[in-house]
């Protein structure tokens, strides 16, 4: 203990002059937070530190980041995932990134019709509230059961007293089982200073059954992550916490492999423009106004992008594809195929519109542009509208990549649009950013903290430039010499 009272002085005596010009206290108090016995568990000390970290965290804010792995490519994956730390002892598991739905589930202990092993070739995991030192499952009385019930999704189990669930997909896939509270591990940037193993009291579902393609090998991971609105959303859970900003970004990567971004944090790019999204709806709706081919208008009725009656435009990273209704289908597809019938040959493989091409489609295929309301639009070049079938001899095949939907009045923009591109949720804004972008490069991520806007590079640079040069170099010398006194604690619990 002497050796931590000595990190304190020394971090006493770090404090610059410059303190006291943004209201810290001339006089510190310090009182006692062990008992003069020092007759205290070393469990009892790790809980006071992490509630401490916590508290921490709460008063700076921060910009979370996760790894992203996965392709758009339908031929190779099909979905991107990352990989969450749960529990105490943590374990890992890969979870696919969902805009399109609000829970976090991972498959559970008690699994029936779970798969077993991934085509991914990624190691499953089952998550086992019996091992989790720190898990607890959510009765129905809790509050928390409540956020779940308020979208439909949660219900309560007479017979276990659980707060349980069952979620229905799009593809007709499922998925059922009960709450479950337990941490989530995370590292962190608060201000200039990497704050690694993190965490924060999340709920979560722990899936007892699956249906559909959730029970197949080939794509398999270990549940889904969704990153909707709702009180359920991790995202959401965190921010009430104040562990981290309102806002989420991603930038998927779409060749080479795929991977790319995904942090609890705004994206700062100068080019990024912002449409509203559509209020009380349950997805991430936008009000799409109109489609344009080599910059012309294509002839669609704007009653076709009605946002009224559950209808209108979803951005939705869960959905691999783009998906059109047939009205908006068809003059899409006619207005590719006239602009490059001079230089390809039209095919229609599997009911598919198709062109056989020995040149770069880059070179031969328009530009197309996804209007938005506020004077958004969205730029897609052929590679965000187009899926290659196969190549041989030279000769490749490309198909138009969206899909046409029957007697439904809803747009969906799935990977192969969303890829490429920075995207912003901004939820306390209640708007949606986006603007191409390579996403192998380092990107600026601000969250707003008691200091200001503060930025984290991707490549692990850091910058504040928002705040006054004083405080920067303040908080410079505070967060490193903060992180060696949690390091010295931590040698002597």
């Known amino acids: 203990m002497s050796a931590v009272l000595f990190t304190a002085a020394i971090l006493f005596h770090l404090l610059p002059l410059t303190v006291l010009s943004y209201n810290f206290p001339a006089a510190l108090k310090l009182e006692r937070a062990i008992p003069s016995n020092h007759e205290m568990e070393i469990s009892q000390l790790k809980e006071f530190d992490r509630a401490r970290h916590g508290r921490l965290l709460q008063s700076l804010g921060g910009v979370i980041d996760f790894p992203v792995d996965g392709t758009f490519d339908p031929f190779v994956v099909g979905l991107y995932y990352t990989k969450l730390r749960l529990g105490s002892p943590p374990r890992d598991f890969y979870?696919?990134?969902?805009?399109?739905?609000?829970?976090?589930?991972?498959?559970?202990?008690?699994?029936?019709?779970?798969?077993?092993?991934?085509?991914?070739?990624?190691?499953?995991?089952?998550?086992?509230?019996?091992?989790?030192?720190?898990?607890?499952?959510?009765?129905?009385?809790?509050?928390?059961?409540?956020?779940?019930?308020?979208?439909?999704d949660s219900g309560c189990s007479v017979q276990n007293n659980l707060c349980a669930y069952t979620f229905?997909?799009?593809?007709?896939?499922?998925?059922?089982?009960?709450?479950?509270?337990?941490?989530?591990?995370?590292?962190?940037?608060?201000?200039?200073s990497l704050v690694p193993n993190s965490t924060a009291q999340v709920v979560f579902g722990c899936s007892t059954s699956q249906t559909g393609d959730l029970v197949k090998s080939d794509r398999a991971v270990d549940g889904i992550f969704g990153f909707g609105q709702q009180g359920m959303s991790v995202i959401s859970q965190l921010a009430s916490q104040g562990v981290a900003p309102r806002v989420f970004s991603h930038c998927l990567k779409g060749e080479n492999g795929g991977g790319g971004i995904l942090v609890l944090g705004e994206?700062?790019?100068?080019?990024?423009?912002?449409?509203?999204?559509?209020?009380?709806?349950?997805?991430?709706?936008?009000?799409?106004?109109?489609?344009?081919?080599?910059?012309?208008?294509?002839?669609?009725?704007?009653?076709?992008?009605?946002?009224?009656?559950?209808?209108?435009?979803?951005?939705?990273?869960?959905?691999t594809l783009a998906y059109l209704s047939e009205a908006a289908y068809v003059p899409f597809v006619e207005a590719i195929t006239k602009a490059v019938s001079q230089s390809v040959r039209p095919v229609v493989s599997k009911g598919n519109q198709c062109y056989v091409i020995s040149s770069s489609v880059a070179d031969v295929f328009p530009p197309v542009s996804l209007n938005f309301a506020g004077g958004?639009?969205?730029?897609?070049?052929?590679?965000?509208?187009?899926?290659?079938?196969?190549?041989?001899?030279?000769?490749?095949?490309?198909?138009?990549?969206?899909?046409?939907?029957?007697?439904?009045?809803?747009?969906?923009?799935?990977?192969?649009?969303?890829?490429?591109?920075?995207?912003?949720?901004?939820?306390?804004?209640?708007?949606?950013?986006?603007?191409n972008y390579d996403c192998s490069m380092s990107v600026n991520v601000s969250a707003t903290s008691s200091s200001g806007r503060s930025e984290y590079v991707n490549a692990g640079q850091f910058s504040d430039n928002a705040a006054p040069p004083q405080t920067l170099s303040f908080l410079h010398m505070f967060g490193n010499t903060l992180m060696l006194l949690l390091m010295v604690i931590n040698m002597f619990l």
């Open 95 to 152: 979870v696919q990134i969902d805009t399109g739905s609000d829970v976090l589930w991972v498959s559970c202990a008690s699994c029936n019709g779970c798969p077993q092993t991934s085509g991914l070739q990624i190691q499953l995991n089952y998550f086992d509230p019996g091992s989790s030192v720190t898990a607890t499952p959510i009765s129905c009385s809790d509050q928390r059961c409540s956020w779940g019930v308020q979208s439909s």
């Open 267 to 319: 994206i700062v790019a100068p080019n990024i423009v912002f449409t509203p999204l559509v209020p009380s709806q349950p997805h991430y709706n936008v009000n799409l106004l109109s489609i344009s081919v080599n910059g012309q208008a294509l002839p669609i009725n704007p009653s076709v992008f009605s946002t009224s009656n559950g209808q209108g435009t979803i951005i939705d990273t869960g959905t």
């Open 376 to 435: 958004a639009s969205m730029f897609l070049n052929p590679q965000d509208y187009l899926i290659q079938q196969n190549n041989v001899g030279g000769t490749a095949v490309w198909c138009i990549g969206f899909q046409r939907i029957q007697n439904q009045g809803i747009t969906i923009l799935g990977d192969l649009v969303l890829k490429d591109k920075i995207f912003v949720y901004d939820l306390v804004g209640q708007r949606i950013g986006w603007a």
């Open 168 to 192: 229905q997909y799009g593809d007709g896939s499922g998925t059922s089982g009960f709450y479950v509270s337990d941490v989530l591990q995370f590292d962190m940037i608060v201000g200039n």
